[in-house]
């Protein structure tokens, strides 16, 4: 079992749906979760972090669920501009310093007119 | 510069041949993290630096891989006697040095080994 895992998709949805990504994850001592968009062929950038609590961003909304050990990210309304890759990241304390971030492969997300 | 600044942005080498990927981090900036990212693949950690302590060398996939970083800045991937499974983008990114936490990536070297 991949240590990071997400739904490679691509998922199509159209302009103003809503949609959601899970990912699992295999380690429960993991301390910390993230989401980072990845747009084709540029580098990933930090989207949002997850909180215990569940935190929101606007459009965007990021969950932890610990007791089932996966995360989630819910977009609304979305937008011509959401179509990227959504790259879940795992902090795993237990590991060296470098190698703590575990990247999952990633949701592709495709938003059409 | 303002982000993390890579080159070159593509490398066409032969198989065989060494090459060097040249990495220039945000400023300031003590911790940097060399990645490998395989077409569809998620990211693959290669090596870490932090400050002036030992490198975490544990991602290297094999000793044709090694990094330096000089001066606690720049730092260079050097791949020698490439081989095609070694065409990935390679990524680097620096962070303020809390390991986990929030990191630059800069725009990636296109590595293709014909």
């Known amino acids: 079992r991949k240590e990071v895992e997400q739904d490679p998709g691509p998922f199509n949805v159209p302009e103003g749906a809503t949609v959601a990504f899970n990912c699992t994850y295999s380690?429960?001592?993991?301390?910390?979760f993230f989401w980072y968009r990845q747009d084709c062929r540029k580098e990933p950038k930090l989207l949002m972090s997850?909180?215990?609590s569940g935190n929101e961003d606007g459009r965007f909304t990021a969950q932890l669920n610990r007791a089932s050990q996966y995360i989630s990210l819910l977009i609304r309304d979305s937008k011509l501009s959401d179509s990227a890759t959504y790259l879940c990241?795992?902090?795993?304390?237990?590991?060296?310093?470098?190698?703590?971030?575990?990247f999952g492969g990633g949701t592709r997300l495709m938003v059409k007119p | 510069g303002a982000g993390v600044s890579q080159s070159p942005s593509n490398k066409v080498t032969e198989k065989g041949k060494d090459v060097e990927l040249r990495c220039d981090p945000i400023s300031g900036h003590t911790a940097l993290y060399w990645y490998r990212q395989s077409l569809g693949q998620g990211l693959e950690f290669l090596i870490y630096f932090q400050g002036n302590s030992a490198p975490d060398k544990s991602g290297l996939p094999s000793d044709r891989f090694s990094a330096e970083r000089t001066g606690g800045s720049v730092s260079t991937l050097t791949i020698q006697r490439t081989q095609q499974e070694d065409s990935a983008v390679y990524l680097c990114?620096?962070?303020?040095?809390?390991?986990?936490?929030?990191?630059?990536f800069g725009s990636g070297t296109q590595l293709s080994v014909l």
């Open positions: 990114a620096s962070s303020w040095g809390t390991p986990g936490e929030k990191l630059f």
């Open positions: 380690n429960s001592a993991s301390q910390s």
């Open positions: 997850v909180y215990s």
């Open positions: 990241v795992v902090n795993d304390g237990s590991r060296n310093a470098g190698n703590m971030l575990t």
